[in-house]
Structures are given as C-alpha cells and as structure tokens.
C-alpha cells in the first residue's frame, strides 16, 4: 500500500487571537481562534462584515502585525516579521508621489541591490502585464485611482512573491472599474499562478474572483464557514446557481449578525 503523505498548507493560522490595547487601557477582541489553512496556488477570499478582523488577520501573516495569541505558519515556519515571499497590496495606493511608475514599481528590486537596467527590464514586464507601460515616466498624482491600483499590483508582484495577500484592493474604486480590475486580477493569476488572499466585504467580489471563501463572523473574528466555489472559469455572473449562492452566503452573513 502507497504511503500517505500529508500536505502542508502554504499559509496557516492556528488558533490565533489578537487583541489590541485601547487608551482608557480596556482591550478589544479583534480576532478569536481564527484557524485558517491556504493551500498553493490557491485564490482565496476571506469575506466578513467591517471591522471583523479580516484586515488583521491578513496584517498578521504578512508580519506586520503580531499575534496574542496562537500560531501564524509559513511551509510549517512560525512567521516572525514580513518576508519577500509575501507580497501585499492595500486598499490605498501607497506609491511614492516623488518617484515615477517605473520607479515605485522597481523598489523592491532596488532594494534587493540590482541595477538600473535590470531593475528597469522587471518594471516593465509588470507594468506590460497590468496595462501601464506606456504611463512607466508618469508620477502617480497623474494617473486615475484604477491605474494606480494597477501600479500597486504591478510593485507587489515584481518582488515576485509566492503569495500576494490583498487587503480590499478595489474597495475605494468606482463599480466599473472594480469589476474591470477583478478580471484584470485574474487574468494575471491565472498567468503566474501566486497563492493569492484576498479580503473583502462583497459577497459579489468573493464569488467571481475565488476558488474558496472563508466566512468570518462579526467582532470578534472567528471563522463561520468555508465554502467551496463551483463555478469554472471565466466566470459570469449570469451563470446558474450563481445568485442562488450569493444569496445564501448574504443570509449567513445576517443570521450571524442577529
């Protein structure tokens, strides 16, 4: 008989609590026993109502927030701090207003200490993927918030990650261009296939772009369902079942909050 071997999960959260100090000296439970489990390659979304943890939770892995308690697992490696190997993008741009495109999305490389070329060579292949090379000279206040979105996007895989871990990328974009940076996204995934997580409070977001949604219940965090999307891709909205599930994932998110 073959032996079993047990997969590790890429990313892995165990029973993870986090509470923050207030200034009066309470504390606030932001997250409770939240245990969580990624697998490679995998795009999942983790869908809760504001103010649920899902944002920290995120911060967590990424190493820039710390646990109170419980295990934050990297390939079965206790997370200490950031590493390169997670690359994050958050709601706002945060791109340097000084430096060009080119230049915000060439940090990493810079940092790592390659030179100009070859740190302008990697800048463009992003900027190509995402649709921006023709804007590399531009300064961010020049471009439109989709575009700068896309630069973000563009910095955080030049670094070439294993994972990009996505805080609300699109939340401050208008419904259109949401919609066309979702397939944008994607499209780039589906190219490189990172491990990619993705938090969000649309019910509608989760369902097209994830291959599962973890459901975290309102303050404090904790995990109320994971589900499996069926739906193959490319995805429309249109197809059968779709509005059946996003309906019923809407219903679960209310009874939670009754």
Known sequence: MAEVVEMTALIETKNLHKEFVLDGGGRLEAIADASIAINDKEFVCLLGPSGCGKS????????LESATAGEVLYKGAPVTGPGKERGMVFQEYSLLPWRTVADNVSLGPE???????????????YLARVGLEKFADAKPHELSGGMRQRAAIARALANNPEVLLMD?????????????????????????????VFVTHSVDEALYLADRIVVMTAHPGRVLEEIDVPFERPRSRATKGYGEMAERILELLEQNEK
Not at 56 to 63: E, F, N, S
Not at 169 to 195: M, S, Y
């Open 56 to 63: 920290t939770w995120l911060r967590i892995v990424a190493g």
């Open 111 to 125: 940092f790592a200490g390659m030179d100009a070329k070859s740190r302008r060579d990697i800048a463009m292949d």
């Open 168 to 196: 609300e990328p699109f939340g401050a974009l208008d419904a259109h261009t949401r919609v066309l940076l979702q397939r944008e996204l994607l499209r780039i995934w589906e190219q490189d296939r990172k491990t990619v």
